[in-house]
């Protein structure tokens, strides 16, 4: 089992529709959580720290469950632009993270 | 503000050669890391430093190493490439135990025929 996954998707969202990516991870150690958006063939980019509150940036909205060990990414509206590959990662301790497969979007006109 | 620069952007390699990737950052981030992504998985770990002088290795360190005698540079030496080795590669860097994730370069490509 791997220590972090995604469905990998594909999903096909029209525009202004709301989307949700579920993360689970494996080791309950784990510290930090966050989100990257990775545009093709592109280094990825921090999207969200995903805190134990829940936080929101916009349309972007992150949670996280401790007890059942997965984290989540909704977004709203969404935009043509927001078509990528969302990477859950997860910091294992403070030398280490683990990425997630990635789960690939695509918001159609 | 460069953030990470990584070099060479492309490279073509020969089974059997080495070569060296540079990576550097001038953020005086103490955490680096090497990383590789294979096409339609994620990043795995290859190396990562959390300081001048202190290395050790992630999930696939095999075939690779690394050394940081400087706070800025963290080069990445593949000793004797392979065709699997064929990848690209990323270089990360953030402040040690940061929750503000990392700043990524824009990766080398490398292929080794």
């Known amino acids: 089992r791997k220590e972090v996954e995604q469905d990998p998707g594909p999903f096909n969202v029209p525009e202004g529709a709301t989307v949700a990516f579920n993360c689970t991870y494996s080791?309950?150690?784990?510290?930090?959580f966050f989100w990257y958006r990775q545009d093709c063939r592109k280094e990825p980019k921090l999207l969200m720290s995903?805190?134990?509150s829940g936080n929101e940036d916009g349309r972007f909205t992150a949670q996280l469950n401790r007890a059942s060990q997965y984290i989540s990414l909704l977004i709203r509206d969404s935009k043509l632009s927001d078509s990528a590959t969302y990477l859950c990662?997860?910091?294992?301790?403070?030398?280490?993270?683990?990425f997630g497969d990635g789960t690939t979007l695509t918001v159609k006109p | 503000n460069a953030g990470v620069t990584q070099t060479p952007k492309f490279q073509v390699l020969k089974t059997g050669q080495s070569m060296t990737l540079q990576c550097a950052q001038d953020?005086?981030?103490?955490?680096m890391s090497w990383y590789r992504q294979d096409p339609g998985m994620g990043l795995r770990l290859i190396h990562y430093?959390?300081?001048?002088?202190?290395?050790d290795q992630g999930e696939v360190p095999n075939g690779y190493n690394v050394s940081r005698s400087t706070t800025e540079d963290f080069p990445l030496r593949l000793l004797s490439a392979a065709p699997s080795q064929t990848s690209v590669y990323f270089c990360?860097?953030?402040?040690?135990?940061?929750?503000?994730?990392?700043?990524f370069g824009s990766g080398t490509r490398l292929t080794v025929v």
């Open positions: 990360a860097s953030s402040y040690y135990g940061s929750r503000d994730g990392y700043t």
């Open positions: 430093s959390v300081g001048a002088g202190i290395t």
């Open positions: 995903v805190y134990s």
């Open positions: 953020m005086n981030h103490e955490y």
């Open positions: 080791n309950s150690a784990s510290q930090s």
């Open positions: 990662v997860v910091n294992t301790n403070a030398g280490k993270s683990t």
